[in-house]
Each structure stands twice: as structure tokens, then as C-alpha cells.
T-cell receptor
Framework: DQQVKQNSPSLSVQEGRISILNCDYT??????FLWYKKYPAEGPTFLIS?????DKNEDGRFTVFLNKSAKHLSLHIVPSQPGDSAVYFC??????????FGTGTRLQVTL | EAQVTQNPRYLITVTGKKLTVTCSQN?????MSWYRQDPGLGLRQIYY???????DKGDVPEGYKVSRKEKRNFPLILESPSPNQTSLYFC?????????????FGPGTRLTVT
């Protein structure tokens, strides 16, 4: 039972354009959401997060949007850069002890 | 430098031969966790620890053991490894298990069981 879903395994975007990565969840108890970025041969690194009391959080080129009624969140990267090429995982938590991850989306930013 | 370290980074072993993957963090974090990453399945939690001597099962604990005798260390033990435990393993830690869980991850251990 995949409670956090990333339905696009991969995404290719031109440098300078917007990258939009999507994530859906099924558990209405989730109240905090995070995005992690992972390069090959490295562990995931935290990118940005959002609480369920907000619908948007922005940090530089990265913005996360949360639509609670649709149980959907998205990560926008503007403008996309070649160094953004990585696998992106969304994650959600509703308790203090457990972080549930999606399956990941591989972003390729082309020149 | 604040970091989570794992050893070994790569390991090839045979079915049934006990092994331990070590994890250590130098950030005085209370919370530590183990995940495995498999193609198409993302990261799945194996075990976690809220503090010293406090551990609990995650989503896929079968075939694994952990211990938390010191705050900085959280080893993952495979008593009798099987080929379905071939995977990429990550250890992670965070300051508190409160809201946010912005975990710091180690570099990963790639395990192959033949």
C-alpha cells in the first residue's frame, strides 16, 4: 500500500525552464511534507518542507505547493539548472517517528 | 564536520553469513533510522530509534535487528542474510522526532547477498 506516490518516474526539462515534480498521498493523517534530493552514490539531502497549515513554501528557486483537498503536493524549480539533475523524493509524516517516502522522480535538466 | 557515516560502503556476502552495517552520527541526534532503497519502491523504513535503548519496527523489519546502546551509534544486523535483502541501505538521524523530521542521511551501503 503506497501511501505516498510519485507517478512520474522521470522528467526531462531544458535549462532555464520550470521543473514541476508531483506527489500524491492517501493518508489524511499526514501533516508535514518534505522533499529530498539524491545524487548517485550519495545519501538523500533535505531540500524543502511544508506544514499542512500552509499551502506554499518558498526557498530561493524552490517552491513547494500543497493542496490538502486533493492530497497533492508539487515542487517547482525555477529556473532549472543542470546541477538540479538528480532523483527527487517526496516524503510525508503524521507521527513523530515515521517518515514515508515516495518512489522518486528522476529529473534530467538538459542544456 | 557534521555527518552520518556508514561502513562498509559496499559488501558482497553469501546467504546465511551474519553481517553488521555500522552507522554513526556526530550531531548528538536523538533519532536514528535505517532505510532500504529498491528500484520502484523508493525508501522504506526498516527500524528506528527515538533514543538510547529505544527502538521500534518500521515498515520492513523482517530479517533485521538493531541496537542503540550509545546515542551516536545505530548498527544494523542481518543474522542470516538472504538474496532478497540485496539492496541499498541508508542510515539517517535527526535532532528530535518532532514535526519536520529533516533527517540527515549517510552515504549508503550497497549490499549484495548471493
Amino acid at each position: 500500500d503506497q501511501q505516498v506516490k510519485q507517478n512520474s518516474p522521470s522528467l526531462s526539462v531544458q535549462e532555464g525552464r520550470i521543473s514541476i515534480l508531483n506527489c500524491d498521498y492517501t493518508n489524511s493523517m499526514f501533516d508535514y511534507f518534505l522533499w529530498y534530493k539524491k545524487y548517485p552514490a550519495e545519501g538523500p539531502t533535505f531540500l524543502i518542507s511544508i506544514s499542512s497549515i500552509k499551502d506554499k513554501n518558498e526557498d530561493g528557486r524552490f517552491t513547494v505547493f500543497l493542496n490538502k483537498s486533493a492530497k497533492h503536493l508539487s515542487l517547482h524549480i525555477v529556473p532549472s539548472q543542470p546541477g538540479d539533475s538528480a532523483v527527487y523524493f517526496c516524503a510525508a509524516t503524521g507521527t513523530a517517528s515515521k517518515l514515508t517516502f515516495g518512489t522518486g522522480t528522476r529529473l534530467q535538466v538538459t542544456l | 564536520e557534521a555527518q552520518v557515516t556508514q561502513n562498509p560502503r559496499y559488501l558482497i556476502t553469501v546467504t546465511g553469513k551474519k553481517l553488521t552495517v555500522t552507522c554513526s552520527q556526530n550531531m548528538n541526534h536523538e533519532y536514528m533510522s535505517w532505510y532500504r532503497q529498491d528500484p520502484g519502491l523508493g525508501l522504506r523504513q526498516i527500524y528506528y530509534s527515538m533514543n538510547v535503548e529505544v527502538t521500534d519496527k518500521g515498515d520492513v523489519p523482517e530479517g533485521y535487528k538493531v541496537s542503540r546502546k550509545e546515542k551516536r551509534n545505530f548498527p544494523l544486523i542481518l543474522e542470516s542474510p538472504s538474496p532478497n535483502q540485496t539492496s541499498l541501505y541508508f542510515c539517517a538521524s535527526s535532532f528530535s522526532p518532532g514535526q519536520g523530521l529533516e533527517q540527515y542521511f549517510g552515504p549508503g551501503t550497497r549490499l549484495t547477498v548471493t
